[in-house]
């Protein structure tokens, strides 16, 4: 990964971890879609491995990828995977699963690795073989006291992202537990749906992390007040 695009995954981890992810998107789709999602304000977008020619898709938006937004590949499963993704520039290696082998290779490539991991040990060996960030999946089943019990034991600093039945409505729930960010599936694209209206969705959900930031900053605020 090269010093502009850790730059730009620096922030987006720090400040929009957001992640949209276009499970079956095609390549006739993705040019308009991938605008849609940047002029709402996404900064990290993946493209599931099982999609329709994904690597097809991911070459496309990587020629003309803007320097602060990270595109990469989810459902990553093979290893090999990751000397290609490095060939494009596209540094987001997304799994569903903890597969070792996978990270240990993302890592070799200078790639981000964004893990899946549901259990403590799954999240710990993902923490150990060197995840950028842990993505906690299914999310919304397991549910907020899961992701509190469960990150009491992972390491400070390390940024889980709720993804699995995230939509707007539970956004806020899940920030005042603590999580990162989140990842969103098929509530913001699922084939077919224009890129119109995946531009609206996405706006709406920046708009909730904003406003969501905003208020956990002047809750902060005020409890600094409250101990002066």
């Known amino acids: 990964m090269n010093e502009t695009r850790k730059f730009a995954l620096e922030t987006a981890l720090r400040e929009r971890p957001l992640v949209a992810i276009l499970r079956g998107i095609t390549p006739q789709e993705i ?29 496309a938006i990587a020629k003309r990828c803007p320097d602060d937004v990270v595109i990469g590949a989810g459902t990553v499963l093979d290893p090999a995977h990751a000397e290609r ?82 939509d707007q409505s539970n956004m806020s729930e899940w920030h005042a537990h603590g999580v990162a960010g989140f990842g969103f599936g098929s509530n913001l694209y699922k084939p077919g749906r224009k890129a119109e209206e995946v531009g609206e969705i996405a706006a709406e959900l920046v708009a909730e992390w904003r406003r969501l930031t905003e208020v956990a900053h002047q809750a902060e605020q005020l409890e600094r007040e409250a101990d002066a």
């Open 31 to 59: 040019d308009a879609v991938f605008d849609a999602l940047v002029t709402a304000g996404f900064k990290l977008i993946e493209i599931p491995l099982n999609s329709p020619r994904a690597w097809d898709s991911i070459a």
């Open 85 to 166: 993704l490095a060939g494009l520039d596209a540094p987001l290696l997304i799994t569903p699963n903890t597969d070792p082998e996978v990270i240990r290779a993302g890592v070799e490539h200078g790639l981000a690795p964004m893990i899946g991991c549901m259990t403590p040990s799954e999240a710990l060996a993902a923490a150990r073989t060197g995840a950028t960030a842990l993505k906690l999946f299914p999310a919304a089943r397991l549910g907020t006291g899961y992701f509190k019990d469960i990150s009491a034991i992972l390491p400070k600093g390390l940024p889980v992202l709720a993804v699995g039945g995230i």
